[in-house]
Nanobody
Framework: QVRLVESGGGLVQAGGSLGLSCAASGRIFRINAMGWYRQAPGKQRELVATFTSGGSTNYADSVKGRFTISRDNAKNTVYLQMVSLKPEDTADYYC????????????????WGQGTQVTVSS
């Protein structure tokens, strides 16, 4: 089993900045992909930013140039730095990880964090 623990988030005025972090722990041989999704009230969960299994980054068009995803592989942690926040960025932000738990198997599992709330006031 893998646990994803998110931190950060909170309330900020439009134009402000916030940082999120997500640490993975547990049965991990390799993290194939890891990143952030968000879900606003009444809307579907959407990708925000992620490291793909090939090691590249993928951003939602709505956050390009404002959000930056980074990672510390030694700590199995990803970060999301958000600047120039807008009211439409208000959502619950969820960490997601695609994990290979064992070296002897190619099986992969997907895990989600519990979510952290980001509220941007106008």
């Amino acid at each position: 089993q893998v646990r994803l623990v998110e931190s950060g988030g909170g309330l900020v005025q439009a134009g402000g900045s916030l940082g999120l972090s997500c640490a993975a722990s547990g049965r991990i041989f390799r993290i194939n992909a890891m990143g952030w999704y968000r879900q606003a009230p009444g809307k579907q969960r959407e990708l925000v930013a992620t490291f793909t299994s090939g090691g590249s980054t993928n951003y939602a068009d709505s956050v390009k140039g404002r959000f930056t995803i980074s990672r510390d592989n030694a700590k199995n942690t990803v970060y999301l730095q958000m600047v120039s926040l807008k009211p439409e960025d208000t959502a619950d932000y969820y960490c997601n990880a695609d994990v290979t738990p064992y070296s002897f198997s190619s099986a992969r599992n997907t895990y989600w964090g519990q979510g952290t709330q980001v509220t941007v006031s106008s």
